[in-house]
């Protein structure tokens, strides 16, 4: 478990960002000192959801999110990237499978079961690799709608200045975007231990400027949250 003085930095949108630090805390069992400084903010688009399809597939919350706001999945199968969106894939009303985290781990599931019907991918607007493009590889047609999109943020003036006067500071990190995102900050990386959650999201920071950088073991919120506490 990180030492108490330890500042546990959360740049994930507000209400992911807000859902992992329960997490966090409840699994140290301990008060954190955890701030949230999003780098990304969520803006859902108002484009209808139509239901010419039979068979979701999902990469994010969000993408559940945006569904949500205009459909409901009737019973459908959804094909989410992790637990988390899968969770929430069944409160949308699907019948959801998880591929246990990451779109390798995803695709490959969707290559595995073949689902015979029409696919189609809710996304958001950003993506470091294309379900569709993956797929038509194995002959799997699948559709695609961008139903939100993300929009860079900084730092404020008060992050920056906890960040400037902070000894210790542990940064999970969970996509290659945000990953950018946080090397663009004018910030002093040497007190920082980023954990990334793929070698994918790695590529997008720049090692050097970090006193350490580590890809955790799984691609999954239960091995970032046991990376960050264990300080590994």
Same mark, same amino acid.
């Not at 990469?59 to 959804?78: C, I, N, P, Y």
């Given at each position: 478990?990180?030492? /108490?003085?330890?500042? #546990? ?9 807000? @859902? ?9 069992? $301990? *008060? ?25 597939? %999902? ?7 945006? %569904? !949500?706001?205009?459909? @409901? ?5 959804? %094909? &989410? ?12 009303? %699907?019948?959801?499978?998880? $591929? ?7 695709? =490959? ?36 709608? #961008? #139903? ?19 000894? *210790? #500071?542990?940064?999970?990190?969970? +996509? ?7 090397? @663009? ?6 007190? &920082? *231990?980023?954990? &990334? ?8 920071? +720049?090692?050097?400027?970090?006193? /350490? ?13 046991? =990376?960050?506490? !264990?300080?590994?």
């Amino acid at each position: 478990m990180p030492a /108490k003085h330890a500042l #546990i930095l959360l740049t994930r949108p507000l209400e992911g960002s807000k @859902r992992f630090a329960e997490a966090l805390t409840k699994a140290s069992g $301990a *008060d954190l000192n955890v701030a949230i400084a999003p780098l990304m903010a969520i803006e859902y688009l108002n484009d209808p959801i139509g239901n010419d399809f039979d068979v979701a597939v %999902f990469t994010s919350t969000h993408g559940v999110s945006g %569904f !949500a706001r205009g459909a @409901r999945g009737a019973g459908r199968t959804a %094909f &989410c990237v992790g637990d988390r969106t899968a969770e929430c894939a069944e409160n949308a009303g %699907f019948a959801a499978v998880s $591929a246990k985290g990451g779109a390798v781990a995803l695709i =490959a599931l969707i290559q595995k079961h073949r689902p015979p019907g029409r696919i189609r991918h809710f996304r958001g607007q950003q993506i470091h690799q294309s379900i569709v493009g993956s797929l038509s590889d194995f002959e799997i047609p699948v559709t695609e709608q #961008i #139903i939100y999109r993300q929009i860079q943020q900084n730092f404020d003036e008060s992050t920056l200045y906890l960040l400037a006067n902070a000894a *210790d #500071i542990k940064v999970p990190l969970f +996509s290659r975007e945000s990953a950018q995102q946080f090397d @663009r900050q004018e910030i002093v990386g040497t007190t &920082c *231990d980023i954990f &990334c959650i793929s070698q994918a999201t790695l590529s997008g920071l +720049s090692p050097e400027k970090y006193r /350490k950088t580590t890809v955790i073991p799984d691609p999954t919120q239960n091995s970032m949250i046991k =990376a960050v506490l !264990a300080g590994n």
